[in-house]
C-alpha cells in the first residue's frame, strides 16, 4: 500500500512564498512508477487541479492559474514531490491534497484527472492574507 503525507502549509502575506512537500511511502512501491498530482480545495467550491509530476522523466502539467508562480519538483531519492509556490494570492488559499498515482496519470497537455490518483494525503491548509 502507498502512504502518502503532506506538509509545508501555513498562513502567510500575499507575495510571499511556501513550499508544500508530498512524502510518498510504502513496502517495495518504486517512486518511479508513479506519478504525483497537487489538487486544492478553496471554501465552498470544488476540488481544482494544480500541477502533477510523473516522477520518471519530470513531464509536468500545471493550471494556467498557476503558472509563472508555482513549479513543481520530485526528489527520487527522497521520494518526496514539492510544490513551491511563489507570489501567492488570496484567490491561492485552499486545502492543498497530494495524490499518487501510475506514471499515466499525468500528461503535459491535460490536467490531471482525481479518479486516476488512488493515494491521497490527508491535505495541508495554505491561508493567504491580502
Known amino acids: 500500500e502507498v502512504h502518502v503525507a503532506e506538509s509545508g502549509g501555513g498562513l502567510v502575506q500575499a507575495g510571499d512564498s511556501l513550499r508544500l512537500a508530498c512524502v510518498v511511502s510504502?513496502?517495495?512501491?518504486?517512486?518511479?512508477?508513479?506519478?504525483v498530482g497537487w489538487f486544492r480545495q478553496a471554501p465552498g467550491k470544488e476540488r481544482d487541479e494544480v500541477a502533477c509530476?510523473?516522477?520518471?522523466?519530470?513531464?509536468?502539467w500545471q493550471a494556467d492559474s498557476v503558472k509563472g508562480r508555482f513549479s513543481i519538483s520530485a526528489d527520487d531519492a527522497k521520494m518526496t514531490a514539492y510544490l513551491q509556490m511563489n507570489s501567492l494570492e488570496s484567490q491561492d488559499t485552499a486545502v492543498y491534497y497530494c495524490?499518487?498515482?501510475?506514471?499515466?496519470?499525468?500528461?503535459?497537455?491535460?490536467?490531471?484527472?482525481?479518479?486516476?490518483?488512488?493515494?491521497w494525503g490527508q491535505g495541508t491548509q495554505v491561508t493567504v492574507s491580502s
Open positions: 495524490a499518487v498515482g501510475y506514471s499515466e496519470s499525468c500528461l503535459a497537455n491535460w490536467a490531471p484527472r482525481e479518479n486516476e490518483y488512488d493515494y
Open positions: 510504502g513496502s517495495g512501491i518504486f517512486f518511479e512508477d508513479y506519478a
Open positions: 509530476i510523473r516522477t520518471h522523466d519530470a513531464v509536468a
